[in-house]
C-alpha cells in the first residue's frame, strides 16, 4: 500500500513535510478490518497501524514532496475511464434489451442523452491525460471529470430504472434485472471514492477563483 505520512515541518503545516511511502503487505504492526457494502462484498478497508514501522528505503518519490506527488496521483485517479464507465455495463444491457423489445421514442431519447453524456466524459478524460502527459497540473479539470462521472453514473442507474420495466433483483434470472440491482445498491458509492462531490466542488471553486 502507499502511505502519505507527515515526515517534516512544523505542527500545524498542511501541505509542507508530507512524504509517501510503499509499505509492503501483509505486516504484523498493521491491521486491515474490510467494509462491508450493502450487498456484503468489501471494496474498502480501515486500515490501523500499531505503532508499524518500515525501513527508510520505503520512501516513494522524494522526501517533503509527497502532497504534489498525491496531487498527480489523484487527477489520474478522478480523471480516469473508471470514475464514469463502472456503469456502462448496464448502459450496454439496456440498450441491446431495447433492441431485442423495441424502444418507445422517450427511451430513445434518453439513451441517446446517456451515450451522449459518456462521450462528453471520455473526451475530458483524455483532456487530463493530455495536460499530465505535458507535465501540467489538471487538479481541477479532473476534480470536474469526477464530480460530472459520479453524477452521471447515479442519473444513469436512475434512468434504466425509472425507463425499463425491468424488476432489479440480485437473484433474477435476466441478466439485466441483476446488473441493475447490483448498480442499484452501489449507487451511494459513486460519490464518494476519489473525494466526495462537496469536496471535489471547493476544489473547482478555489481553482476558478470563486470565493
Known amino acids: 500500500m502507499v502511505v502519505l505520512a507527515r515526515t517534516d515541518g512544523q505542527h500545524g503545516d498542511r501541505q509542507s513535510g508530507l512524504s509517501q511511502f510503499v509499505v509492503d503487505l501483509p505486516h504484523p504492526d498493521i491491521e486491515i478490518r474490510p467494509l462491508r457494502s450493502i450487498d456484503g462484498q468489501s471494496h474498502f478497508n480501515e486500515v490501523i497501524f500499531h505503532d508499524a514501522q518500515i525501513p527508510a528505503s520505503a520512501l516513494l518519490g522524494a522526501r517533503g514532496n509527497g502532497w504534489a506527488q498525491v496531487m498527480g496521483e489523484l487527477a489520474f485517479e478522478r480523471s480516469g475511464p473508471e470514475r464514469y464507465l463502472s456503469t456502462m455495463p448496464l448502459l450496454r444491457s439496456w440498450a441491446a434489451h431495447l433492441v431485442d423489445v423495441g424502444a418507445t421514442p422517450e427511451q430513445r431519447r ?80 459513486f460519490t464518494l471514492r476519489g473525494g466526495t462531490n462537496e469536496i471535489l466542488r471547493g476544489i473547482v471553486a478555489r481553482g476558478l477563483g470563486m470565493r
Open 110 to 189: 434518453t439513451l441517446g442523452t446517456l451515450t451522449a453524456r459518456a462521450w462528453a466524459l471520455r473526451r475530458m478524460s483524455l483532456r487530463v491525460a493530455a495536460e499530465l502527459t505535458a507535465g501540467r497540473n489538471p487538479d481541477v479539470l479532473a476534480a470536474m471529470v469526477k464530480d460530472l462521472g459520479s453524477i452521471f453514473e447515479g442519473d444513469l442507474v436512475e434512468a434504466v430504472r425509472a425507463s425499463s420495466q425491468v424488476v432489479a433483483r440480485r437473484d433474477a434470472p435476466d441478466p439485466l434485472a441483476r446488473m441493475l440491482a447490483q448498480s442499484v445498491l452501489h449507487t451511494p458509492v
